[in-house]
């Protein structure tokens, strides 16, 4: 099962005189790990090497570092300690010494599997999206109920007879909340499949 960060970290190192920084943070969409990277990069550094995940996509840059050295490990960290939805940057203040390239590849990933392994986690459920329409008098049950069927309710649009539901629900709690909604509304209210109908999305519980 995935992880992703419950907030920001960082993990400090020296290494042959060179300062290492790594600076992880959780992250919902490939523009937001680029502003969190552009955020905390500091300029006046010899080398700021980054790696994000956010479900199939990734990237990750070696930022003058020999190819292969910064950016892949970094990478790699992320992926071994199972974590998504996540963005690592690891700065490197230049002490003098060079540490070739299995040293500098050792260092960053080092760097970064560090500070994710000291990091809070939570677990990443894969959640299906639905709409559904609830009436004012059925939605305090079903609100209290979405908890018990580890589902999310995204957002809530209310019109004059109640409220257009936006809802994340794993899918092997999906016929139960079927049946709670058709015994709540006496059959009338009907789950509607959503685009881009899968996400992961972070568990409260864990």
Request: proline fraction near 5%; glycine fraction near 8%; aromatic fraction near 6%.
């Amino acid at each position: 099962m995935p992880f992703t960060l419950l907030g920001p970290c960082d993990y400090r190192e020296e290494i042959r005189k060179s300062r290492f920084l790594a600076l992880a943070a959780p992250v919902a969409s490939a523009a937001e790990a680029q502003a969190f990277i552009a955020r905390v990069s500091d300029p006046g550094a010899s080398h700021n090497c980054w790696a994000w995940k956010v479900g199939n996509q990734y990237r990750f840059s070696d930022d003058g570092e020999p190819g292969g050295t910064a950016g892949r490990p970094i990478l790699a960290a992320i992926e071994g300690q199972d974590c998504d939805q996540v963005a690592v940057l690891v700065i490197r203040w230049y002490g003098g010494i060079q540490l070739g390239t299995g040293g500098l590849a050792r260092a960053y990933g080092g760097s970064a599997n560090k500070c994710l392994q000291a990091a809070d986690r939570h677990a990443l459920i894969a959640r299906n999206r639905y709409r559904c329409h609830c009436l004012f008098a059925e939605l305090p049950l079903l609100k209290i109920r979405l908890a018990e069927l580890d589902s999310l309710l995204e957002s809530e649009t209310y019109d004059a007879s109640g409220a257009e539901l936006q809802l994340a629900v794993p899918p092997q709690r999906t016929a139960e909340l079927q049946r709670l909604l058709a015994d709540i509304s006496r059959g009338r209210i009907e789950l509607q499949r959503r685009e881009n109908p899968q996400s992961h999305t972070a568990s409260h519980s864990g």
